[in-house]
């Protein structure tokens, strides 16, 4: 019976590593174009406006993650 027998593993494996290569560089494509994108928008921005920008967005997200820390803990 087909239903028991032991799969080729080279094969399953084969098959894997083309699939993950395939969502790696489809990941990677989206990335580049949105880092594209972002250039695009703040190659305008001094330095000053692009420092005050990184700390907004670090106060942000620095936030967030020690509102959802102490929420875990209540």
């Known amino acids: 019976m087909s239903l028991f027998e032991k799969r080729n593993r080279e094969v399953v494996a084969s ?6 290569g395939k969502v790696g560089g489809s990941l990677n494509t989206q990335q580049m174009r949105f880092a594209g994108y972002l250039n695009d928008k703040t190659v305008q921005l001094s330095n000053k406006s ?25």
Do not use: H, P, Q, R
């Open 15 to 20: 098959g894997t590593a083309t699939l993950i």
């Open 50 to 74: 692009k420092i005050i920008f990184l700390v907004l967005v670090c106060m942000l997200f620095g936030g967030a993650s020690l509102y959802f820390l102490i929420n875990a803990f209540n």
